[in-house]
């Protein structure tokens, strides 16, 4: 069993920048290839951005790509989502994810394991 546990959600002005962090329990963080959601209130929980196992690769939702950056430091079991140029529609309660068998991926059902959310709202 992967437990997941985000921090770094808060309020932040347009234009400003938040950085979240998600801590795996898992010692095989290793293997895991990792993915950041969001889900905003009355919306579809959608793919903002993900990463392999090694960090060599990294995938971006185009509402986000050139803002977000997804980056992981496996001695430390975390993954980071590093948001800046932050906008309203930004305003959603962020989800990280662990998929235990291959790359990163935009698909929420290939992922195994969750966290709990952590909220982040922008203010314009």
């Known amino acids: 069993q992967v437990q997941l546990v985000e921090f770094g959600g808060g309020l932040a002005q347009a234009g400003g920048s938040l950085r979240l962090s998600c801590v795996s329990s898992?010692?095989?963080?290793?293997?895991?290839?990792m993915g950041w959601f969001r889900q905003a209130p009355g919306k579809e929980r959608e793919f903002v951005a993900s990463?392999?196992?090694?960090?060599?690769?990294?995938h971006y939702a185009d509402s986000v790509r050139g803002r977000f950056t997804i980056s992981r430091d496996n001695a430390k079991y975390t993954v980071y989502l590093q948001m800046t140029s932050l906008k309203p529609e930004d305003t959603a309660v962020y989800y990280c994810?662990?998929?235990?068998?291959?790359?990163?991926?935009?698909?929420?059902?290939?992922?195994?394991?969750w966290g709990q959310g952590t909220q982040v709202t922008v203010s314009s």
């Open positions: 994810a662990a998929k235990m068998r291959g790359g990163g991926s935009w698909r929420n059902v290939e992922y195994d394991y």
């Open positions: 898992g010692r095989t963080f290793t293997s895991y290839a």
């Open positions: 990463i392999n196992w090694s960090g060599a690769s990294t």
